[in-house]
């Protein structure tokens, strides 16, 4: 299949690209690393008449410290570069774990993080890592620019709080505090796969051993990333044990609507959360116990 018509227009800064998609309103899209996309075209799921291509604007991609220990990530950053990031592994080590696990290396070598969190697929691996870390979105439009959570801004199946004209311009991710373990868990049919099921998990441990935060978020239960904030909670106030981890992973397994599709059935998924639940947690609490 061909796309259908469109005009191609290719701003040099943030500010030419948010006047065009100002100008653009609906009609208007914005193109990063075509991953998404270029296929919804093709199939004419998408049909904008004017495509604005992120492409040519260098100052989206990048990865910058800052001095509170937060990372701040270009929306045009591909998802290759996230993985190889020697200050991600160092700062938020959870998504460097993740990004093999996001379809193969050819298209992360395209897709960009922003096009990820913008697209906000259910499989999609990146939605529940940034809500799990509590990471919050730029979202710029002509006249000014707003921050959101990443938990405000997923608000359904491929639906975000974007509004016409805006663009997601920044991811920033905070340090995680000190003692704090992380882990990603998924299945999917094959490598390089949607998933069919997968988890993120951070666990924040005081000096005393004992669980303060945790927080769980599994990717494609049913509408999009979900946080499993009760089952969490179970967790703080005692140290970790194989009795409490049994218990939560059960919980996250019995908490979800899972949905049913020809690659698995609901109960499938929901085994799967349960499993993946009880490993993700064991790695995280033993990386929190080594932090
Ligand atoms: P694009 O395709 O260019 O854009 C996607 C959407 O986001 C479009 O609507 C676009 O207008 C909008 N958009 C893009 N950037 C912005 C922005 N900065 N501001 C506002 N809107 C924006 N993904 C996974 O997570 N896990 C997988 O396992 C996986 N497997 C895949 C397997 C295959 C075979 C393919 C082709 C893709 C797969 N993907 C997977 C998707 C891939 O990760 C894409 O890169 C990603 O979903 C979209 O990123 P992109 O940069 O290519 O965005």
Not at 7 to 14: F, L
Not at 45 to 69: F, H, K, Q, W, Y
Not at 202 to 222: E, Y
Request: proline share 6%; glycine share 8%; with cysteine.
């Amino acid at each position: 299949m061909k796309p259908p018509p469109f005009e191609y227009r290719a701003p040099a800064s943030v500010e030419e690209a948010l006047n065009l998609l100002a100008e653009a309103g609906d009609d208007g899209k914005a193109l990063a690393g075509g991953q998404s996309l270029i296929p919804l075209l093709n199939f004419r799921l998408a049909r904008p008449s004017v495509l604005i291509d992120l492409n040519g604007i260098p100052s989206l991609s990048g990865i910058t410290l800052t001095a509170e220990g937060s990372v701040c990530i270009g929306a045009m950053t591909r998802q290759r570069v996230l993985e190889r990031s020697v200050d991600i592994r160092q700062c938020a080590p959870l998504i460097t774990e993740t990004m093999p696990h996001v379809a193969h290396p050819q298209i992360r070598n395209r897709g960009t993080i922003g096009g990820s969190l913008a697209h906000a697929e259910p499989a999609a691996e990146l939605p529940a890592v940034m809500i799990t870390l509590g990471a919050r979105v730029r979202l710029q439009n002509k006249t000014g620019e707003r921050w959101l959570s990443a938990n405000d801004f997923f608000t359904g199946l491929f639906s975000t709080a974007l509004e016409t004209g805006e663009l997601l311009t920044a991811v920033e991710v905070p340090a995680m505090p000190p003692r704090t373990g992380y882990a990603f868990e998924e299945f999917a049919r094959r490598h390089g796969d949607f998933a069919l099921l997968g988890v993120a998990t951070t666990v924040t441990l005081d000096q005393s051993g004992i669980c303060r935060d945790a927080r769980i978020t599994l990717v494609n239960p049913g509408a999009g990333a979900e946080r499993m904030n009760h089952a969490a909670q179970t967790l703080l106030g005692s140290a970790p044990n194989a009795a409490k981890i049994n218990e939560v992973a059960e919980l996250v397994g019995s908490a979800i609507t899972a949905t049913a599709d020809v690659h698995a059935s609901a109960a499938y998924r929901q085994q799967l959360a349960r499993v993946l639940t009880r490993r993700a947690l064991d790695r995280a609490f033993s990386r929190a116990l080594r932090a």
